[in-house]
């Protein structure tokens, strides 16, 4: 394969919730590209390690809800790997509850990993790449600009990743570059419940998306300018820009 095919060769990118979906295959994509990745889970040990298989790279395990699980993993995945220069935030967590009943249980258990974790993550990789330079990418959501009524902790965990994007981008420049892509409607499973169903269906592309449309456009913001900070990409085939 020639160099330009893999542009990221050499590089060391930690992917946090990366056995399964989403996180699978941008470590699999990151893996084509050159990179050593670092897939790190909580509880899907076997899926990671496939993963780490699949992308010729290794799995960690941690709980993100856990302070100092975080900068352990960091440690172990630099000791392992190398000096990191990739990190993706990946981890998230999805439930669903009406705002009446939503509890305090409810809302830390979104909040903890979508945007306690993600900001303390974001800080551990700065921390490491502040000398060399690196490059961050944040999940966030159409969630975090579109109010579902039955998601709002969700929601705002996700329009606080936005903000951290543009924070973060700004703080850590100009060694570190920091973005964010934004799903819409991403598809694993082989039935569509009738919600999914109607979103696809008022999606302009006419399509779910999937994780290769995800990890494409992560691995843009690696591969791409490095004048490019701050930036929420919408990856949902047009959905966001419907009245
Ligand atoms: N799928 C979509 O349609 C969609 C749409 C918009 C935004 N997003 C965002 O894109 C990202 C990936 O989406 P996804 O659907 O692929 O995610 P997912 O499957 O819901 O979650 C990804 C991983 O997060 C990990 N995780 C959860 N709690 C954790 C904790 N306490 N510590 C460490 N890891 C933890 C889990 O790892 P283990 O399995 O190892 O426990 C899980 O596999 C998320 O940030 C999500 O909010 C997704």
């Not at 020639?2 to 919730?17: F, H, I, M, N, S």
């Not at 990671?48 to 941690?62: D, H, I, N, P, V």
């Not at 591969?223 to 966001?240: E, K, R």
Request: glycine residues 10%.
């Amino acid at each position: 394969m020639k160099v330009a095919d893999r542009p990221l060769e050499g590089k060391v990118a930690l992917v946090t919730g990366a056995a399964c979906r989403i996180g699978r295959s941008v470590s699999l994509r990151l893996g084509r590209l050159g990179a050593r990745v670092a897939v790190h889970y909580k509880t899907s040990a076997a899926e990671a390690f496939e993963t780490a298989e699949l992308c010729g790279g290794k799995s960690f395990q941690a709980d993100l809800e856990d302070f100092s699980a975080i900068g352990q993993l960091f440690e172990e995945v630099e000791s392992s790997l190398g000096p990191l220069d990739l990190f993706v935030n990946n981890a998230g967590r999805y439930r669903e509850v009406d705002i009446l009943k939503v509890t305090e249980e409810d809302w830390d258990f979104i909040h903890n990993v979508n945007l306690k974790a993600a900001f303390f993550c974001c800080q551990e990789a700065a921390k490491r790449m502040r000398d060399r330079g690196g490059r961050i990418v944040i999940l966030s959501s159409l969630g975090a600009t579109r109010p579902w009524t039955q998601h709002a902790p969700y929601c705002a965990s996700k329009a606080g990743v936005a903000m951290l994007t543009r924070v973060l981008a700004k703080g850590l420049a100009p060694k570190i570059t920091v973005n964010s892509v934004a799903p819409g409607v991403i598809h694993f499973e082989n039935d569509m419940s009738p919600h999914v169903e109607h979103l696809v269906a008022v999606t302009p592309m006419r399509r779910p998306g999937c994780g290769e449309d995800i990890a494409e456009a992560v691995c843009g913001f690696f591969t791409g300018s490095s004048f490019i900070t701050g930036q929420i990409l919408a990856v949902d085939g047009g959905l966001s820009q419907r009245a």
